[in-house]
């Protein structure tokens, strides 16, 4: 397996960049503006397995012109990685091995309640819920992602 970027090397590079909240089911994809300033929600994806879903999200990293991807890890609430992050680092390196561009994972600690809350905010529930709950996870964990590498530059 290719060992994973730092922020450091993500942040070197100047472009667009795609936050993934990896899952089983769905994957959310969100991509940032040119300017890293905003993280905006663009669907998900649900082709099954691990592999699939690496080469749909790798086509779709090309068709969005992005230079680098994070990939939401989660980690557990007492900083260990779980039988989950350790899949989330495995479906991060086998992006790395189809895309000539850095990948990184970031920690997405209490990201999906997050989006639970605003979602419950908003008042979505039911199917329209499942259909953009990844979405909203990946846009969360990529605004996380590049409010982080704003604070790096202080």
Same mark, same amino acid.
């Given at each position: 397996?290719? +060992?994973?970027?730092?922020? !450091? ?11 993934? !909240?990896?899952? @089983? #089911? ?16 663009? $669907?998900?994806? %649900?082709? $099954? ?13 090309? +068709?969005?012109? /992005?230079? =680098? ?6 980690? &557990?609430? @007492? ?5 989950? =992050?350790?899949?989330? +680092? ?14 990184? #994972? ?9 989006? %639970?809350?605003?979602?419950? +905010? ?9 259909? /953009?709950?990844?979405?909203? %996870? ?5 605004? &996380? ?7 790096? @530059?202080?």
């Amino acid at each position: 397996m290719t +060992e994973l970027d730092t922020l !450091d090397i993500i942040k070197s590079t100047k472009g667009k960049i795609m936050g993934v !909240d990896f899952g @089983d #089911v769905r994957t959310g994809i969100a991509v940032s503006d040119l300017s890293r300033m905003i993280a905006s929600g663009r $669907g998900y994806i %649900s082709p $099954g397995g691990i592999d699939k879903t690496a080469d749909a999200v790798a086509c779709a990293a090309r +068709e969005q012109g /992005v230079v =680098a991807i994070i990939v939401g890890l989660p980690v &557990n609430m @007492d900083g260990s990685h779980g039988s989950r =992050a350790q899949r989330c +680092e495995k479906f991060a390196c086998f992006l790395k091995e189809r895309l000539d561009i850095p990948v990184a #994972v970031f920690d997405e600690r209490m990201t999906t309640m997050t989006a %639970s809350r605003y979602l419950n +905010e908003t008042g979505t529930h039911g199917k329209k819920r499942k259909q /953009v709950i990844d979405t909203l %996870s990946a846009q969360i964990i990529l605004q &996380n992602c590049l409010d982080r590498l704003k604070y790096m @530059d202080n």
